[in-house]
């Protein structure tokens, strides 16, 4: 379990993450394969994205939609590849609830204009 999460966590303001299970680590594949995604939205984060955890994976997209609309969002450099793999992941969900998050963030890049 995560535990206490202060506001250097990384899933920070993420409702429940408290109870959520730590994310396993990343394969040598999904370093180079989210190489982007790392440097945008840091490794714990796609750590989760990657989890067999689903609730992880949710978590990890929802803190995404919140860091892209906020004003600590990622660098632009990278946030076009970065995207590029979070998405083809996500739409390939087949957890509902995962899926549902990664429609939220498809929502929040049209709105950002990206």
Excluded at 43 to 52: G, I, P
Aim: hydrophobic share 45%; with cysteine; aromatic share 6%.
């Amino acid at each position: 379990m995560i535990g206490t999460v202060n506001r250097t966590h990384p899933l920070y303001g993420i409702d429940g993450v408290e109870k959520l299970p730590a994310p396993k680590a990343l394969s040598g594949k999904d370093v180079k394969d989210f190489g982007a995604v790392i440097k945008c939205f840091g490794e714990y984060l796609t750590r989760c994205l990657r989890d067999k955890n689903w609730s992880l994976r949710k978590a990890a997209v929802e803190k995404m939609c919140a860091k892209l609309r906020g004003a600590d969002g990622p660098p632009n450099g990278q946030l076009v590849p970065a995207l590029k793999a979070v998405m083809k992941v996500m739409l390939s969900e087949s957890v509902i609830h995962v899926f549902v998050k990664a429609v939220e963030l498809a929502n929040v890049l049209l709105d950002k204009g990206l």
